[in-house]
């Protein structure tokens, strides 16, 4: 979406760490989400972070927050060849509705 | 546990010809459901939301449409397909906890008008 924008595209090696970033635009939100698609599927939550929060972290998931740029990084620490997949940010206020970026296609390579 | 169901997983059709894809949900009770287009080389595209029985909210203008007939299952529909038209559908459903919205996903279906 408009609101949300991502990297196309990001080449890591196996074994390295992959960071995708994301911007967003509105102010208001208070959740922020990644979502991992694999090829054909539909898409899986990873994990979500509240707007107060700077940092979670989860096995080798690390999710970063700057609320004041509107930045929002994933970082996967020790890349493997399953992690290959198109990820997702996305971001809620206070409705329904959940706006998300086009996506950034990771190919892990050996 | 919850489990969202979508068909036909797979679809093929002509251009001017009507279109249904459904969507159940089990194993919860009044969830938000959703529809999301997803065309080839684009992200997400929200095409509508429904909060409740009879209550569809249309966030993007075209010949589609969508009815939620029961309170677990959620449609999808066109009277005339559109080349345009083709791409990848998928629904969501939400029940929000926490504050979350946190959407579950079906495993989507894939349209191709010819």
């Known amino acids: 979406g408009e609101d949300v924008e991502q990297s196309l595209f990001l080449s890591v090696r196996e074994g390295d760490s992959s960071v995708i970033n994301c911007t967003y635009t509105?102010?208001?939100?208070?959740?922020l989400y990644w979502y991992k698609q694999e090829p054909g599927a539909g898409l899986q939550l990873l994990t979500y972070?509240?707007?107060?929060?700077d940092m979670k972290q989860d096995q080798r998931l690390t999710v970063l927050l700057n609320k004041k740029d509107k930045h929002l990084s994933l970082r996967i620490a020790d890349t493997q060849t399953g992690d290959s997949a198109i990820y997702f940010c996305a971001e809620s206020g206070g409705d329904y509705k959940l706006s998300f970026g086009a996506g950034t296609t990771v190919t892990v390579r050996a | 546990s919850q489990t969202i169901h979508q068909w036909p997983a797979t679809l093929v059709q002509p251009v001017g010809s009507p279109l249904s894809l459904e969507c159940t949900v089990e194993g919860t009770s009044n969830p938000n459901l959703y529809w999301y287009r997803q065309a080839a080389g684009r992200g997400l595209q929200l095409l509508f939301y429904?909060?409740?029985?009879?209550?569809i909210s249309s966030e993007v203008p075209q010949n589609l449409s969508a009815s939620r007939p029961q309170d677990r299952q959620f449609i999808l529909s066109s009277k005339k397909l559109l080349l345009s038209d083709s791409g990848f559908y998928l629904c969501?459903?939400?029940?929000?906890?926490?504050?979350?919205?946190?959407?579950?996903f079906g495993a989507g279906s894939r349209l191709t008008v010819l």
């Open positions: 969501a459903w939400s029940v929000r906890q926490s504050g979350a919205n946190v959407l579950t």
């Open positions: 972070i509240f707007s107060n929060m």
């Open positions: 429904s909060v409740g029985i009879g209550q």
């Open positions: 509105d102010s208001s939100s208070t959740y």
